[in-house]
């Protein structure tokens, strides 16, 4: 077939004749009203934060809606039995996952343990393709300035955030950015503690002792600090 540059009718409207494009909005409002119905037995989870298998499913949607609602050669009964199907395809998951709870852990995963009384698990953060910069940066969002503040951080199977804060504040690794580390009016230096730069390891000494962390085996260290008293 031989194109023609600048073939306006092709580009704008393709190979189907023009009267097709009334038959693209009635697929669509069609395919609109299944997949509105499909969402809505989906449940609640479908429009929150997703899971892996919920944004899987998002992924496969777009692709059955765009070739039934576009294409002239695919009819809407196709994608309305793919849409049912992976209705089917996730309820039983659900099932099955209310049933076993190992089955549901291996399809939707685990949470992660990021954080431990104020100290950085660097294998569960490794595991989660999380950098400490972005879990400092989501610490910050939630008012938390040095680690020694916080009991446990979980990131949940669905991707979210969950922090707990300690039952009373200890000395720990400051992550607010390099330039303001010297703000004197929200950190206190806590008397001969040093944190560990790596996983916030805290412990009595001074930076530069040459002690190793007992937990990641770093050896650099810098002051410990408490958030002053409002």
């Not at 609602?69 to 199907?85: D, Q, R, S």
């Not at 951080?153 to 607010?176: D, M, N």
């Amino acid at each position: 077939m031989e194109l023609k540059v600048f073939d306006w009718h092709r580009l704008l409207i393709g190979e189907a004749p023009a009267s097709f494009l009334i038959e693209v909005l009635i697929r669509t409002l069609i395919l609109y009203v299944l997949l509105l119905i499909m969402v809505r037995k989906l449940g609640k989870r479908m429009s929150g934060q997703l899971t892996i298998l919920e944004f899987a499913i998002w992924i496969m949607l777009g692709a059955i809606i765009s070739p039934a609602a576009l294409t002239p050669e695919t009819g809407i009964i196709a994608g309305a039995l793919c849409l049912l199907a992976i209705l089917l395809f996730q309820q039983g998951i659900t099932w099955w996952g209310a049933r076993y709870a190992r089955f549901e852990s291996r399809v939707q995963g685990d949470l992660n343990i990021l954080l431990k009384d104020g100290v950085l698990q660097l294998r569960e953060l490794q595991q989660a393709g999380i950098p400490r910069t972005q879990l400092f940066a989501i610490l910050r969002k939630k008012k938390v300035y040095q680690l020694g503040e916080l009991s446990r951080v979980y990131l949940e199977a669905c991707g979210l955030f969950t922090v707990y804060h300690a039952p009373e504040q200890r000395p720990g690794l400051p992550i607010l950015p390099l330039p303001q580390l010297s703000n004197e009016k929200l950190y206190d230096a806590a008397a001969q503690q040093v944190s560990c730069t790596s996983c916030g390891n805290s412990r009595p000494g001074i930076p530069d002792d040459g002690k190793v962390c007992d937990v990641c085996g770093r050896e650099e260290w810098i002051p410990a600090v408490t958030i002053k008293a409002s």
